[in-house]
């Protein structure tokens, strides 16, 4: 007896939905477990966490902060770049800050916890930050020299041209000092909180500076991967730092310079991407081999 074509086309699409869900819905998700069991692989299936004295301390695929309670940085441990992952390489909560070269202006509040840095402001106060941890010259092109960005907000008498007629600092406010107390020949004031220069007329002029075209602080050292959980650090960062932590351990530089170069992996097969440095690992090996005095 033959079925009619509804029947016919409705039972074939049933045996589709069957042998596919125990394909792709029991065998290939069964196989990719036993394939991850294979000796060599187990650590990787199973998020390759490092585990010492028993205890798990992380992953070596996922970057962590080396802060104390309050939040600042332990001198001596190298220190991770800068996350956008929820409060902090978040694994639950990856994501990058999602701002991008145009975001120069602060958003200023009467109360500071409300205010919003724009991405400029936060490269200048951490590439400051650094500096001032590392000995190290911790200017950049377009930022003040107390770590905010370097923007005006220049007003004319006739819109976008004329004369010059008020010019604000955007990114300061009292108590700081102009960054350029004039420009072209018009004083520089300091923002009000709460006020939109743009929105009132103003140009914004990001001012260069006279910072050196190559910062002494690493790019990575003041910006946060796309995924806000990348473990490493460029062997420049990681350079800068090597002072610091031989003096807080009491070590020789040079000792802890080698132990860099050995937890420094290259270009992945040789052409892709750049040399990296693991800070969970080694900031083991620190602890390890130069235990804190």
Partial sequence: MRLPSWLSQHLAALRAVLVFTVLLGLVYPLALVAVGRIPGLDGKADGSLIEVGGRTVGSSLIGQSFTDADGNPVPRYFQSRPSAAGDGYDPTSTSASNLGPESVVDTLAADPADSTPSLLTQVCARSKAVGERDGVDGRRPYCTPDGVGAVLAVFRADGLTGRIIRVVSVNQV????????????????????????????????????????????????????????????SPAYAEIQVARVARERGADPAAIRRLVEEHTTGRSLGFMGEPGVNVLELNLALDEKYPAR
């Fill in 174 to 233: 009292a108590p700081a000092t102009p960054f350029v107390s004039t420009w072209q020949g018009v004083p520089v004031e300091l923002a009000r909180p709460g006020q939109d220069y743009v929105a009132e007329g103003g140009v914004v002029t990001p001012v260069r500076g006279d910072a050196p075209a190559e910062p002494a602080v690493p790019a990575d050292a003041v910006t946060a991967s796309g995924s806000g959980l990348d473990p490493h650090i």
